[in-house]
């Protein structure tokens, strides 16, 4: 940290405590339901482009330990480490061959060990990703599964056999033709796959399967680890009688693939076998259909898992842009529908997605960073615990991929081989997946300006973005008014003014297509957030007069409270 670093972050300290002296409200620890996963900043790196230690060009757990400190010096409490497990790799990892083995790209379980033990040294926690939908079909258990009908393993999966004609229709999102049954000629049946062949779905209505589960569970919770976020989880329970869908609805994803028969006998389950025996954190991929659905899967009393991230907001982004109405609307609607019982997680960016500030904030040279800042203060400054994507903090962008073969990921080329074949504009398409593909958010973390941005000393395994030498975390780190330096400011900011965790939202001037304002208020405390979301000088009509406010953080540095607010312009004021 440099020293002028040092200083800013001294005098925000400073005056968050000195606030709370003065103040004369219930003190903060008389919050009901104070929780730690509540207060905590969740920072997810995606280890296979973070740091790669050894030159191969594929980040690795060493490479993530060599980098703590700066993890550390982000003020973050959690880390979500994208699955280290044993894997073909044929979905980056998210097709496990042996659960309770390490990755060979990533390194050894010595090496976990000393991850793990470095994060908690410097008090960070450590959440894993549980993919436990399917397996990768290299996994022992599918091996045995396929290799004959009357294998103890044969009810692990989902198995249809050739005599009975072929299986009513199911979709899979990554293969090549959507269709969710494989024909295995070995044991003459059909296999279930929501995602790609080689990532079989799983038979939860099996308990020896699902003993399995919380057995690796507990493997990973005995070895300190702090949580567990569950890879679509919502899909796992099915109805394996595998019923005909209404005809129109059979690609319907969200109302007949998810919140299958007994989900929540599994999850309580779990909860009883393994999440209320640790102090770890829970968190499912996925809502559920509906705000009755998430309820039932977060809400305290129904002991099954702390929360869930909603996609009805993230999907909103697209090639064309989105509308800030919609926006607001969809982040209102879920937290009122959560204001008083249950949780949820904010995120707007993940390794499935486009970089934050292309697909939500602006980024071209002028805007990238005010616009990025701007985002970092909404995420950060909204009721939920905040997921936020590494690289995001540096302002990083969409490495703006046009070519097929700069493309990894094989849900991406699955599909683009799919859309060829039923006659699809490929041009179009390239440009949709340069704006939208999962690639996106996976090339290397920018650390610094030399050969291949300090990430490898080898050939990356994806191009990196170009514009490393301008964008990294060196050059950002010397920089106070750094992206970088905005996030860390504002994390401290939430640890230490509990208003942003626990505080009442509500949403001001509604309908207003380019502002987004709201408050948020707790024991007496009311903070008010504005947020321009376009690259002009606009208004806002929030009917609360902050002339006399208290800036508590500002994109600018220079906020002139008068009501207009400069492109991108974010202020989070304390009312009087
Ligand atoms: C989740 C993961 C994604 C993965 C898929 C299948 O959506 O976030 O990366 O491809 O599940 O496991
Ligand atoms: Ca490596």
Known sequence: MSLKNLLTAFAIAATACCCNQQSTHPPDSEIPGRKWWKEAVVYQIYPRSFQDANGDGIGDLRGIISRLDYIRSLGIDVVWLNPIY???????????????????????????????????RRGIKLVMDLVVNHSSDEHEWFKQSRSSRNSPYRNYY??????????????????????????????????????????????????????????????????????????????????????????????????????????????????????????????????????????????????????????????????????????KQVFTRWDSAFAKEGWLSIFLANHDQARLVTRFGNDSPAFREISSKMLTTFILSMRGTPFYYNGDELGMTNPGFTRLEQFRDKATLNEYQHQKAIGTDMVQYLKNIEFSGRDNGRTPFQWDSSTNAGFSSGKSWIELNPDYKQINAAREENDSNSCLNYFRKMVRLRKENPVLVYGIYQLLDPANPDVYAYTRELNGKKWLVVLNFRNRVVTSNTGIDFSKARIMIDNYGHASLDGHLKPYEALLLELP
Do not use: C
């Open 86 to 120: 044993s894997s073909p790799n044929d979905d980056n990892g998210y097709d496990i061959s042996d659960y309770r083995n390490i990755m060979k790209d990533f390194g050894t379980m010595d090496d976990f060990d000393n991850l793990v033990s470095g994060m908690h």
């Open 158 to 327: 989902h198995w249809w056999n050739a005599e009975r004609g072929k299986p009513p229709y199911r979709y899979s999102l990554f293969d090549v033709n959507h269709d969710a049954w494989r024909y295995d000629s070995g044991s003459k049946a059909y296999y279930l796959h929501y995602f790609s062949p080689k990532q079989p779905d799983l038979n939860w209505e099996n308990p020896a399967l699902r003993k399995e589960v919380f057995d690796i569970m507990k493997f990973w919770a005995e070895k300190g680890i702090d949580g567990f976020r569950l890879d679509a989880f919502q899909f796992v329970a099915k109805d394996t009688g595998f019923p005909q869908w209404p005809k129109g609805y059979e690609k319907n994803f969200n109302d007949y693939y998810s919140m299958g028969p007994h989900i929540h006998d599994y999850l309580k389950e779990m909860y009883k076998e393994v999440l209320s025996k640790y102090n770890v954190m829970s968190v499912a991929e996925g809502a559920g259909r509906n705000f009755a659905d998430a309820h039932e899967l977060v809400d305290s009393g129904r002991k099954e898992l702390n929360m869930a991230y909603a996609f009805d907001a993230v999907d909103l982004g697209k090639p064309g842009g989105y509308s800030l109405l919609r926006f």
